[in-house]
Structures are given as structure tokens and as C-alpha cells.
DNA sequence: CATGAATGAGGATTCATTCAT
DNA sequence: GATGAATGAATCCTCATTCAT
């Protein structure tokens, strides 16, 4: 009995410790980086030793890419979710808005991490770490293409290529948690739902009636 | 005489030779981005020697900047010529794409590296490089603002912040360019200049009109 | 009673595990050597916990000597028996020469890490690790020193130096110990025996009568 | 000219850097062994910084491979000459030996390094750089297989397995030069030559005629 | 006694920067 | 101005050892 609970509370406690690890380093990586943040920084940040990064993870990169899988899996999964859900397309569109919305909120410095490293995705790339973030990102993308052609074929949007329109909803989204980030801005981006989904069907344009402008209120859908 | 001629010539080529430097240190920033890019690679690249960089940069870091301020300062300056042109909004807003695509079909690898640095120009950064890099971001984001300002004054844009309606705009933009570096697309951006205006004004519904379609409803607001 | 008995498993125990723990360390040893061999391998090999090998031994290099020590000590002793035997020269030779093979056969893993040891205990050496595998060294050496003194003395043996003689005798024992290693031949050295004994005392020219060569039996001392 | 001059000193200084440090590092790597040898004690033995040995080498592994290398091909050449020359295979022995006596003289430390290095030799080894050391030794081991081969065939050395007479030649030689090691003997070890020959063909056993013995000079070939 | 997470002192390697030529 | 060898601080990672359970 006392060997188990033993053994158990050392398995809780080390589960925690490498969550702290991650939560830690999170947050360096937000603030650098992959490149520029060092295992050091890391270490201090969770207040352990270097070499405990070491117990827990077997390098840098094990460390990071630990810490972008779960929660790049867990995004996926709920949007995947959301794609493949019975709802009419503009739901859709609203709902995946949301979830991506209030993962940002939840999480925003895992946000930041993956914005910075998105541009260095690139078609030439032959680095390990990048590839496997941009197979994660194309199917994503993917994901997105799949609605967007389904809205087409139903007539409620566009005519053009599916990728066009996925990558005008994930550009005003990404651009939206930018601009929160570059501003530290702490109120919830979820309140901004709305607005994106609108701009994305409606666009920028004022819709209202001429001749009505004044004193009306929005009355966008 | 050949004193002068000897000196201009020199200077000329010095010059040339820090041309050179600059863009062979593009080709690297923009492949590595600024940390894991390495003086020696630059130097490789632009077939001078380590202590080449160091005659025409300070440092490292200096190289940087000088490469992304001509840039980002001669494309603010074309930006800031449309936006203070007499134009109406719509053709502005027009030429703000084009402009903002032709740079990046003239130039894709700047594009690249300023794509990314931006995500960690947050509020809390202390690094003097991000800060000058973030505080040319705000300049262009004010140009646009400016220019949503006045298209919601004229009632062609919602009545909503100009800074939304902005980061819309730029949003649509930049997950273009990054699509075409994802890919690796050699086609000019520019001839997305359309889509991008019409997908900014009026959003990705389709808005033919009812009774032309196929016995669809359209749900245009 | 029953404390004493207890007392005894657990210290019979204890000595089993200790036995255990210098076996593995012993294979590890002999593919790595000391220095790029890690507790944390030996306790692998061992399947014991890291905090093991401390229960048993001070540290790596204690774990080390006692593995040395004792069959050195064992080897050491069966070798001066042989030595101090009244046998004659001849079969005082050939016997050292079959302990010493059979010692290799019942355990090739502390030749090998002898073998690596050696060449590193030279006159300067302050290694405190060194220079006690020195002076056991040449213990052994005086040992045969003493043989080879007295086969001199009734003139069975080259007038040379005793110790040149034993470095041959003890050269060409560890040659063929080496090639057996080097080839991870399974074959028991001890069938060289003969052969060794016979190119130590005969050499290695054909000793046969000229002219009764061909057809001839071996007619080798 | 100048120029030239110039790069050419540069040059010279270069190698001669070069040479330096492989000078200190077979010092250090005799002294500890590969494994034990740091890079900084490498350093400081020649007298530069750490980062200098990446200047003349890539790694720690590349150091120590420049060094065994040449010096392994040099002897290589040396004795594979001797043994394909056209002497009678006694004199082909002794100069064999000659010449590794004379190359141990000439560099102690090199011979000391390579000892330490050969019982790691072993059939399973993965490590690369033991594999390599594996194969030079091999190739020392057939030169002196086809000596021993040709021998036999003229009947002048036993009819046993040439290998297992190489065996003998180099250990007898490999057991002189590690007692010279042992116990730092200053003097050449080239002046066991004769001995070294003798016992090899002669063995250990007195051939003097019995009632001659006093007052004869020996008579070994 | 046994465990294994945690530590921290190295150790190999990289790289921006300097400087003598 | 150009060169590139040299530097040394910084960085990743390893591993013997400790210690609370």
C-alpha cells in the first residue's frame, strides 16, 4: 500500500514538474524564440536545474516540439470538430472563429510561439523541427480548404479557389491575435467573433441602405 | 584629378561591395532568420570574408537593421504616397494592395524575414531591435488606419474601429504573401491584387444576384 | 533466531546483488572502458537503479578497482603457485602458460579491460586509479622475473636479462590474447598452449633436420 | 609580391599552428587516452584558446584521427616496403623490427596512444572511430601474415598458421616497447633489435652446446 | 536496501567579434 | 579595404553523485 502511494505520488510529482517545465518554457519561447532561448533561461524560468530540462525532455527540441504537439493536436481536433459538424456553413464558419478564438484566449503565449514560427515554414526548408510544424499547418489549411469548398458547392460563397478563402478567414483571424500580442491587449479577442465573421462573408464595405446612414444601428447579420 | 577619380572609384566600389553584403545577408536573414543565421554563412554567400562584414557593418545586428530600413522606409514612403493621394477609398485602398504586392513580387525575401520577426514584437519586449522593428510596424499601421478612417468618415466602410478594419486588411495580405512563400509560388502575388480588394470590400459571400443561380437563395445582408 | 536468520538472507542477498551489479559492470567495461562506460549503463546491464551501485560501492572507480582486485588477486595467486612450485622450468612455464589461458577462457570481459588499461600506466602516471593496476603490474613481472631468474641460474634459459625474457613470454601470452579478442573468436585459447610454449622456448624457426624435411613429423621441442 | 609573401607566411603559420597543437594533443592523448583527453587541456598544452582547435579541426575526433593517421600511413609504407623487398626473410624480420623500434624512438607517444587504443578493438565494436583503428591494424596484421606465409613456405619457419607466428613477432615487440613505456626507459629501444630477432626465431631456451657453456659467446642467429 | 528525480560541475562545440598583416 | 586566424563567452548536453521517500 505505502509502496504504491509512493510510487504514485512520485509519478504525480514528476508529471507536474515536467508540466511546470513546459508551462516554463513556454513562456521563454514566447518571449524568444525557439533559437534564441536557452535551456538556462528555460531552467530558471521553472526555478529547477539545467539538468532537470534533461530528465524530462531528451533536448531542446524534444522540449518545444512537446510543448506544440499537445496543444496543436488538441486545436486541431476541435476544429476538425467544428468542420465536420452537421451545421449550415456560416455556423460553421462562426464556430470555428470561436474555437480558435478561445484557444487564443486560453493560451496566448502558444499562440505567439507558433506565429513565430509560421514564417520560417518554408517550401526549401530541410529542417526536422520546421517540417513537421508546416505538415501540422498544411492540415490545418486543409481543414479550412475543405469547408470553403463545401460553401462553394453550396453557392454561398464565391466562386474561386477554396485555399483563397481559407487563407482570407485564417488572415484576419491571425491578424487579429497579432495585433493582440503586439499590444498586450488582456481583454478576451473572443469578444472580436462577430466582427471577424462579418468581415469575413460581408467584408469591409457599409452595407446599409443609402439614405438611412444616420442614427441607424448596425445591422450587420 | 586621378587622386578624385581614384577615390570615387574606390568609394563606388565600397558601395557595391556593401550591396553586395546586404543582399547575399537577405538571401541568409531571410532562409535562417536573424538568430540562427550566421556571419560566416552571410560571408559565404556574398563571397567576402568574415572580417568583410565588420569594414561595412558595426555588427551583426547592425546588418540587420540596415536591410530591413531602406526597405521598409522606401515601401512606407510608397505606401504613404497612396494613402495621401488624392484618390477616392476604393481606388486607394486599390493601390494600397498593389503596391504592398508588387513590393513583395520585386522582393519576396525581405517579405520573409519581416514576416518573421513581426510575431515577436509584442508589448513586453525590451530587445532595441524589436523595439525599432515594432515602432515601423505602428507607423504603417497608422498609414492604414488613416485611410480606414476616412473611408468609415465617408460611410463606405462599417462604423467600426479603423484599426479592425486595418488589421482586415493587412491580414489578407500578409496570409497571401506567407501562402506564397509556404509554397514556394514563383507566380506574381500581384495578380491576387483583385481577389484581395474584392475579398477586403465585400467579403467572401457570394453576392450574385438571386434567380441567376441555380435555385439557390442568396443570403447576402 | 528468526532475527538471525533474517539478517542472513538480507546480507546473503545484499552480496548476491553486489555480484550481480560487478558482472554487468565488468561487460560494460569491457566495451567501453573506464572512462566512456556510465554508472547509468552498468545499472542497466545490472537492472539495478543508478542509487544501487552507490549502496554498494563508494563510486564508479571503487566499482572499478574491486572488480580488478579480486580476480587479480585470484590470478595473482595461482600464479605464484605455479612459480613457487618445485616443478622444472619447462613445466613451470607451461603451467603459467595454461593458467593464465584458462583464467582468459573462464573470463575474456577482465582480460579485455586489463588489456585497455595497461598502455596507460606509465612512469609518469598520478592517477591514483593507475598507479595501483601499476603496482600489481608489476607484481606479476617480478613474479616471472623470478621464474625466468632461476631458469638462468640452471641454465635453461638465455644468458639475458630475466625481465627481457619474461616480457617475451608475457608479450606473446597477451598477443594471443588480444587476437582472440580482436576476432571474438569463441575457440578456447588454452589450445595454444602448446604452441605458445614451444615458440617461447624454440622460437618460431623450423627446427626440423634439412633434408628430412618433407613428410616429416613436427619434431619441435 | 608582397601580397604573396604575405599569404604564404600566413600559410606557413598556419600549418605550423597546426602542427603545434597535434604536437600537444598526442601529448595530452598519450597521457589520458581519447576519452579522457579534454579539448581545453589540449589547448592549453599548445598554448592556444579552446576555439582554435576548431579553426584546424572540426572536432575533438578529427584531432585525434589527423594525428594517428599520418604517422600510422608513414609506418604502414615503412614496413610494407620492407616486407615486399627482396631480402631473405630473416633479414626481412630483423629490418621489420628495425624499423619499428626506430619508429617507437622516434615517437613514444604515438606508440603509447595506439596501445591504449587497441583493446577496444574488439569484433563488436560499432564505434566509427574504433572501426577505422580496426582496419590499420588489420592491414599491419596481413603485411606481417604474408612475411610469416613466405617463410614457411621456404621451410624456414614452423608449419603453424602464419597468423599465430605474427601473433608472436608483434607481441614480443608490442611487450618491449610497453616495459619501455612502463617505466619510462630513455634509452632507444632499437638496441634490443638483436634480441628481439633471436628470441622471435630462437626462443628463450639456451642453445649453447652443454660443456661450452662458459666463456662462449652466444651464438643465436 | 532500493529507487530515480534532481543537481551541477564539466565538456564539446559554435559563433560574433577582434586584430595583425 | 580585405583577410582569416584567433579568441572566449555562450550554449547544449552528459553524467557522477546525492538524497528524500
Known amino acids: 500500500m505505502q509502496g504504491e502511494e509512493n510510487l504514485s505520488r512520485r509519478l504525480r510529482e514528476k508529471i507536474a514538474h515536467r508540466q511546470e517545465i513546459l ?46 504537439q499537445e496543444k496543436t493536436e488538441e486545436l486541431g481536433e476541435r476544429l476538425e470538430e467544428v468542420v465536420h459538424s452537421a451545421d449550415d456553413l456560416e455556423n460553421k464558419v462562426r464556430k470555428f472563429v470561436k474555437t480558435y478564438l478561445d484557444a487564443f484566449d486560453e493560451d496566448k503565449e502558444f499562440f505567439q510561439i507558433i506565429a513565430a514560427e509560421h514564417p520560417r515554414l518554408t517550401a526549401q526548408t530541410q529542417d526536422r523541427l520546421q517540417l513537421r510544424l508546416r505538415e501540422r499547418y498544411l492540415e490545418t489549411l486543409r ?62 464595405r457599409d452595407n446599409r441602405k443609402v439614405g438611412s446612414r444616420k442614427g441607424e444601428k448596425d445591422v450587420s447579420p
Open 143 to 204: 481543414l479550412v480548404d475543405e469547408m470553403m469548398q463545401e460553401g462553394i458547392h453550396q453557392g454561398r460563397l464565391r466562386q474561386t479557389e477554396p485555399r483563397f478563402l481559407g487563407i482570407t478567414l485564417l488572415g484576419i483571424i491571425h491578424s487579429f491575435t497579432a495585433q493582440w500580442l503586439l499590444l498586450g491587449r488582456k481583454d478576451p479577442l473572443s469578444r472580436m467573433e462577430s466582427l471577424i465573421v462579418e468581415l469575413f462573408f460581408g467584408g469591409a
Open 23 to 68: 508551462e516554463a518554457a513556454k513562456r521563454v519561447f514566447a518571449r524568444k524564440g525557439f533559437h534564441a532561448a536557452t535551456v538556462d533561461e528555460i531552467a530558471q524560468e521553472a526555478d529547477f536545474s539545467k539538468g532537470a530540462m534533461y530528465v524530462h525532455f531528451a533536448n531542446k527540441e524534444d522540449l518545444f516540439l512537446s510543448l506544440i
